[in-house]
């Protein structure tokens, strides 16, 4: 199995406070990820992941998301196992404490 590191939701919203270039992936799907969501963030649903594996960088760090932390583990566990650079956001949206753009 391969491994990615986790990411706490605070640890991401201060980097962003920080104003640090983040590639964050939000794998929720798209009625989801249009109620609200980390200002930046791409939508790209869990099930079209492998399909759209192509839109990523492997020289680029990512930062998975979803709604509690479940689905991005699962995008991250992939994506690790494809020789990306992977974070799961723990917690998900339910833990973020910054502003959300619609």
């Known amino acids: 199995m391969s491994q990615y590191e986790e990411i706490s939701s605070e640890t991401v919203h201060q980097k962003l406070k920080d ?6 992936i939000d794998v929720r799907e798209d009625e989801e990820f249009s109620s609200g969501h980390i200002p930046g963030a791409k939508s790209m649903p869990l099930g079209q992941i492998p399909s759209r594996v192509g839109e990523l ?5 990512y930062i998975m998301v979803c709604r509690s932390g479940g689905r991005s583990s699962r995008a991250s566990e992939w994506l690790a196992e494809q020789g990306f650079r992977v974070k799961n956001m723990t917690g998900g949206m339910l833990g973020w404490p910054g502003e959300t753009e619609k």
């Open 19 to 24: 104003n640090r270039k983040l590639n964050i």
């Open 57 to 61: 960088n492997k020289d680029e760090e």
